[in-house]
């Protein structure tokens, strides 16, 4: 499974951007998708992730900002972020868990977030 992420960018404080992935490859074994960042000097954390049945989990700080969502027929997920804040500056990276025993665990190259104060 490839990913490719797009979306990243600049912004000020408080505005949004919406991050994109699509999934080419070996995408009918796909389940779970999502996408974690890695803020500079820190380690990579899950952000949000979204299951084959469209259940979804969110890390804290991000709660009531950031949506995620997939078209499975597309085989995309997308990370809607709002009200940003400086400390969401990270690379935030796509992936996907495909296959069942084993399952393996792809990743994207990163998009940067820079949010400016």
């Known amino acids: 499974v490839q990913l490719v992420e797009s979306g990243g960018g600049l912004v000020q404080t408080g505005g949004s951007l919406r991050l994109s992935c699509v999934a080419s490859?070996?995408?009918?074994?796909?389940?779970?998708m999502g996408w974690y960042r890695q803020a500079p000097g820190k380690q990579r954390k899950l952000v949000a992730r979204?299951?084959?049945?469209?259940?979804?989990n969110y890390e804290d700080s991000v709660k009531g900002r950031f949506t995620i969502s997939r078209d499975g027929a597309k085989n995309r997920v997308y990370l809607q972020l709002n009200s940003l804040k400086p400390e969401d500056t990270a690379v935030y990276y796509c992936?996907?868990?495909?296959?069942?025993?084993?399952?393996?665990?792809?990743w994207g190259e990163g998009t940067p977030v820079t949010v400016s104060s």
């Open positions: 490859g070996s995408v009918f074994s796909i389940s779970t």
């Open positions: 979204i299951t084959s049945d469209d259940s979804t």
């Open positions: 992936y996907v868990d495909a296959g069942v025993r084993p399952t393996v665990t792809y």
